[in-house]
């Protein structure tokens, strides 16, 4: 979507979250917690509606995963594959504005999937969707998923930074508030090891390829080559290279206020590995330890996340 058009959705999207009652921010559909600040139980409804096509380049993620970070990653990969002239790039731009398209799937009002049957492809689509409640089409289209993980520690601190940051939870709330229920699942999205889990159902799907956080941070080149080889796009060393500047941490922070609004000063905080050592303390340690051990540790994926590497003091 062209900047201008996304900035104004986030904006008004903010100002609107702003006005909603504490008891009224988050909401239940079909057994799970969504905000009401961006998600509609009429958009939920119908989301088995939505028509995936083949090439749709899609990215799943638990919220605060980097799903911001990567989403635009893929944006430009595509971009950069795709060829376009100058020309075609605004009239691209120009028509995801026109449209209206929330850029997560399952935010936004119930006519969006109409609107966006009229998006030129490759289509990049996000959502923080567990793979049980995403649209069906996407697994029977056998659209490219790429599936983003990063460590439990980081991803809570993170998200509370967040929800206070957005007003999803009260704003005066502390962590030793939030984390309670990031443990028990009683935030948007449920329980994140619940999602990874689940995930592991995946794992020998040849259309599905899983990545860290942590991976992405600590080799972009070798991420990027990786993620672009998966979905096919045509990509130079140069140009991934130069999508590695362009999507570093700090760029897309300085950048925030031009392509995110407001919002941006919550969705880009620190982008560091391991900022959860400022934050947990022991006995909350060795509740997400436990949990992560009774849970997943022993499953493919929970083992793909080096746990004791990012995990452990």
Wanted: net charge neutral; with cysteine.
């Amino acid at each position: 979507m062209a900047q201008k058009g996304l900035v104004e959705l986030f904006d008004k999207t903010l100002a609107e979250g702003k006005k909603i009652a504490p008891a009224e921010r988050l909401f239940l559909f079909n057994g799970g917690l969504y905000p009401a600040m961006v998600c509609r139980p009429e958009t939920l409804k119908i989301l088995d509606t939505f028509e995936a096509r083949s090439d749709d380049v899609v990215l799943v993620g638990y919220p605060k995963t980097g799903t911001n970070w990567v989403g635009q990653i893929l944006t430009e990969l595509e971009t950069a594959s795709g060829k376009y002239d100058e020309e075609e790039r605004k009239r691209r731009q120009q028509k995801e504005k026109d449209l209206s398209v929330f850029p997560y799937l399952e935010f936004g009002d119930s006519d969006k999937f109409e609107r966006m049957k009229k998006l030129p492809s490759r289509r990049v689509i996000k959502t923080h969707l567990a793979p049980g409640k995403m649209p069906k089409s996407i697994f029977q289209k056998k659209a490219k998923i790429l599936v983003l993980f990063r460590n439990p520690k980081d991803t809570a601190v993170s998200y509370f930074h967040f929800t206070k940051g957005i007003n999803l939870r009260p704003s005066e709330e502390t962590w030793d508030e939030f984390f309670p229920d990031y443990i028990t699942g009683k935030v948007p999205y449920g329980l994140y090891l619940d999602h990874i889990i689940e995930w592991n159902n995946y794992l020998d799907d040849k259309n599905v390829m899983f990545i860290t956080y942590e991976e992405v941070k600590g080799n972009g080149v070798l991420a990027l080559k990786r993620i672009a080889e998966f979905f096919n796009f045509s990509v130079s060393e140069q140009e991934i290279e130069s999508i590695v500047e362009k999507t570093s941490f700090k760029t897309m922070k300085d950048n925030a206020p031009v392509t995110h609004g407001e919002m941006g000063k919550s969705l880009f905080r620190k982008g560091i590995v391991g900022d959860w050592k400022n934050t947990f303390s022991e006995s909350q340690n060795e509740e997400m330890d436990r949990k992560f051990e009774e849970k997943v540790a022993r499953t493919k994926l929970g083992m793909m996340l080096k746990y004791e590497e990012y995990c452990k003091d």
